[in-house]
């Protein structure tokens, strides 16, 4: 049972220590981690509902995973080719294709949730 929780422990360890080691290494992890910072402060002074928190929080964690899963296939690729090899480039362009992705949902969401705020706050202070 011991070695069980020390087990389910060290995953989680070497978890953060992937999160971590993503923030660290890319400067694209630590851009997304500031818009996610600007995104809840936003939400905390618009006092954003509770659907629309988890809007929020849903599409952050889905472009920081994203860009988790981008940087793991980078760093195989580069391990297994580091020569130029099409298919090398044809799997990095295909990971950096799905951060993307989220990153413009999230963008979709982040724009239709604050917009109405945004609006309003201009209305009554402009
Ligand atoms: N070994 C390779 N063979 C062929 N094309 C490659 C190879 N490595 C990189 N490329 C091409 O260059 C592009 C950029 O690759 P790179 O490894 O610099 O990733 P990046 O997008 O700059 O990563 P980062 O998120 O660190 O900025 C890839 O999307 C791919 O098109």
Redesign the pocket.
């Known amino acids: 049972m011991r070695t069980y929780f020390k087990k389910r422990y060290n995953s989680f360890r070497f978890a953060l220590r992937g999160i971590s080691s993503a923030v660290r290494s ?3 992890m630590r851009l997304h981690v500031l818009a996610a910072v600007a995104v809840a402060a936003l939400g905390f002074a618009f006092d954003v509902t509770k659907t629309e928190w988890c809007l929020l929080v849903g599409s952050m964690g889905l472009v920081v995973t994203a860009e988790i899963m ?2 793991a296939i ?1 760093t195989v ?2 391990l297994v ?6 298919l ?3 799997a ?2 295909l990971a ?1 294709g799905a951060v993307l992705i989220t990153a413009i949902t999230a963008a979709i969401i982040g724009t239709v949730i604050f917009l109405p705020y945004l609006l309003a706050f201009a209305q009554v202070y402009f």
């Open positions: 890319e400067p694209h981008n940087t980078e690729v580069n080719s580091p020569k130029y090899n099409p090398a480039g044809k990095k362009d950096a």
